[in-house]
């Protein structure tokens, strides 16, 4: 029984299907989408889980192979000719996967829409039943085959990025709750490297959508190759530099593009703008999940080492990075950590943050961190931007997925409500974990009847929606 006074349906998406038959997926990422629903009424919490019929999943059970081109593992080539025909498809996109394995958004207009990085692997789903209701298909002709896998969604508004491997750059486009269509705003041309940077999410302020171009770039040709490179579908260019875009989101101008120090992110956390004494915005700062400038956190979710945990300490550091991005033309950005990195183990990704402070100067940030030695983050971090501290929730060999926030209803602080997350527990169990938000004390626990894989995001459907 939970004593949780707020009622609504949890979300959890996530890659959680990774074995086809004898044959098994090597990377975290690769899985086929696996949906798990908690839904709390009356103080009592009711669970079930589903797998996406994406294409992509429905072939790999008919055909008992990958058939689509996953994160890490492409369909072998039966023979040139067959090589041949794939190099077409893949020009088309028609070979690139629609398992739509990362992301669930609530749109504005009520539709339960999850995501990855392919533009065709955006799918409806239905929030009670978790069935796979159709493709969300976009009714404009701005096109790419992919575009970030974190659109920034409000009640009214959604916004996305399109990265033009091409011309290298990227498009920022904007769509009305309710509408298929997006909108063109604007383009970023990219400063450094052959291809843009990777950009699995984006931060957006007030008046400002922020562009990371990062030196983890896509690479065409590793898109292409049948066997996994070290990166990828990216490559590492740090001679490229480093950059950070700012546009305006009402004229589409770029207002400012600095060069910051080396990054490596997938997940920014929030961002906002500084102001003067005058109320003139001074400059933007962006705060992102940031790996130590290393890419070596790719390797590190390769199933083979999250399923072999020696009590070596092999998860690499991360931190909060901060960006300070001045909008008073110098050519240079800030890029430091917002607090010290042991605070939270220094294990730092899965971030989420009070919807109500999208966009605008906030204090908290929820997020997995870690308790070391570990080869994966095992803790759940709350993070004091202003205090500089972070408090922490951790059970001996447990792991956490990201803590999602939760408004109290009629909240009026920033951390008035709960963070949910979903932990795999020592023994294979699970349960879904209620923290207080304030306190991050536990409020509550529901047990699984049984185990259930690790996932990614969230979102949250109140129940009068
Ligand atoms: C990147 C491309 C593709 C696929 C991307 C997919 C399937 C998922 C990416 C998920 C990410 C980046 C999740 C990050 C999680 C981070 C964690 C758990 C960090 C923990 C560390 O502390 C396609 C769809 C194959 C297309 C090409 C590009
Ligand atoms: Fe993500």
């Known amino acids: 029984m939970l004593q949780y006074n707020t009622d609504g349906t949890y979300l959890r998406n996530g890659p959680g299907l990774w074995d086809l038959g004898d044959y098994g997926f090597r990377h975290l990422f690769d899985g086929y989408a696996t949906l798990v629903r908690v839904s709390f009424r009356d103080g009592h919490a009711v669970g079930a889980h589903r797998q996406i019929e994406s294409e992509a999943y429905k072939a790999a059970r008919r055909h008992g192979k990958v058939c689509y081109r996953e994160f890490s593992e492409v369909p072998k080539p039966d023979s040139f000719k067959s090589f041949v025909g794939q190099l077409a498809s893949l020009l088309s996109g028609n070979s690139l996967t629609d398992n739509s394995n990362t992301g669930v958004v609530r749109l504005g207009d009520g539709r339960v829409l999850c995501l990855t990085e392919t533009v065709k692997g955006s799918i409806v789903v239905d929030p009670d039943t978790l069935d796979t209701v159709s493709k969300f298909e976009y009714?404009?002709?701005?096109?790419?085959?992919?575009?970030?896998?974190?659109?920034?969604?409000?009640?009214?508004?959604?916004?996305?990025?399109?990265?033009?491997?091409?011309?290298?750059?990227?498009?920022?486009?904007?769509?009305?709750?309710?509408?298929?269509?997006?909108?063109?705003?604007?383009?970023?041309?990219?400063?450094?490297?052959?291809?843009?940077?990777?950009?699995?999410?984006?931060?957006?302020?007030?008046?400002?959508?922020?562009?990371?171009?990062?030196?983890?770039?896509?690479?065409?040709?590793?898109?292409?190759?049948?066997?996994?490179?070290?990166?990828y579908k990216f490559q590492w260019h740090l001679e490229s530099g480093s950059y950070m875009h700012v546009m305006c989101k009402a004229s589409g101008k770029i207002v400012a593009s600095v060069e910051v120090p080396p990054f490596v992110t997938f997940h920014f956390i929030n961002a906002y703008e500084e102001k003067d004494e005058e109320g003139r915005v001074t400059a933007i700062i962006a705060d992102c999940c940031e790996h130590n400038a290393d890419t070596s956190i790719l390797d590190n979710l390769r199933l083979h080492n999250l399923r072999a945990f020696t009590g070596e300490d092999v998860l690499t550091d991360a931190r909060v990075g901060r960006f300070r991005i001045p909008l008073d033309g110098s050519p240079f950005g800030e890029l430091e950590a917002a607090l010290d990195p042991e605070e939270h183990g220094r294990g730092m990704d899965m971030c989420s943050i009070n919807p109500a402070h999208l966009g605008k100067e906030y204090r908290y940030a929820y997020a997995c961190g870690a308790r070391r030695p570990c080869n994966f983050p095992n803790t759940l971090t709350k993070i004091d931007l202003v205090e500089k501290t972070a408090k922490n929730w951790y059970e001996e060999g447990a792991v956490p997925s990201e803590p999602y926030f939760v408004a109290r209803p009629g909240a009026l602080e920033e951390d008035d409500g709960v963070a949910i997350s979903m932990v795999s527990a020592k023994d294979g169990s699970g349960y879904a974990l209620v923290l207080d938000a304030k306190t991050f004390k536990e409020i509550a626990r529901a047990k699984f009847p049984y185990g259930l894989p690790y996932g990614l995001h969230c979102c949250w459907v109140p129940r009068d929606k």
């Open 139 to 231: 009714e404009d002709k701005l096109g790419g085959l992919i575009h970030s896998a974190h659109p920034i969604v409000t009640d009214t508004e959604f916004w996305t990025l399109i990265p033009d491997l091409i011309r290298p750059g990227y498009v920022v486009a904007r769509m009305d709750a309710g509408s298929n269509e997006r909108q063109f705003v604007g383009r970023v041309d990219c400063r450094g490297g052959p291809a843009p940077g990777w950009v699995h999410s984006f931060p957006v302020t007030e008046n400002y959508v922020v562009v990371p171009e990062m030196p983890l770039r896509y690479c065409a040709a590793n898109l292409l190759r049948a066997e996994p490179t070290p990166l």
